[in-house]
Nanobody, 116 residues
Framework: QVQLVESGGGLVQAGGSLRLSCAAS????????MGWYRQAPGKQRELVAV?????????NYADSVKGRFTISRDNAKNTVYLQMDSLKPEDSAVYYC????????WGQGTQVTVSS
């Protein structure tokens, strides 16, 4: 089992920044990668960014956030971050952390609201 707890969401003006954190606990055996998803009201949950668990720590991003969001990890703290800069109102959503192993493990989500 893997437990994930997100934090760092909130209300921010357009153009501002937020940093989300995802603290993981439990068994990390064979977790291949960690990712951030988001879901806005009435929309499907979408992948925002993913980072591999390997040595390279390679990352991939949705086109809509490339150049504005950065995913990173701190293995010593078992924490994954999502630095969000130049935020736009369309970034408003509940952001979820996911650990990729089998069917995957999800956190409870954290709300991000960007005002115009």
């Amino acid at each position: 089992q893997v437990q994930l707890v997100e934090s760092g969401g909130g209300l921010v003006q357009a153009g501002g920044s937020l940093r989300l954190s995802c603290a993981a606990s439990g068994s990390f055996f064979r977790i291949t990668s960690m990712g951030w998803y988001r879901q806005a009201p009435g929309k499907q949950r979408e992948l925002v960014a993913v980072i591999s668990s390997g040595i390279s720590g390679s990352a991939n991003y949705a086109d809509s956030v490339k150049g504005r969001f950065t995913i990173s990890r701190d293995n010593a703290k078992n924490t994954v971050y999502l630095q969000m800069d130049s935020l736009k109102p369309e970034d408003s959503a509940v952001y979820y952390c996911k650990a990729f192993r089998g069917g995957g493990y999800w956190g409870q989500g954290t709300q991000v609201t960007v005002s115009s």
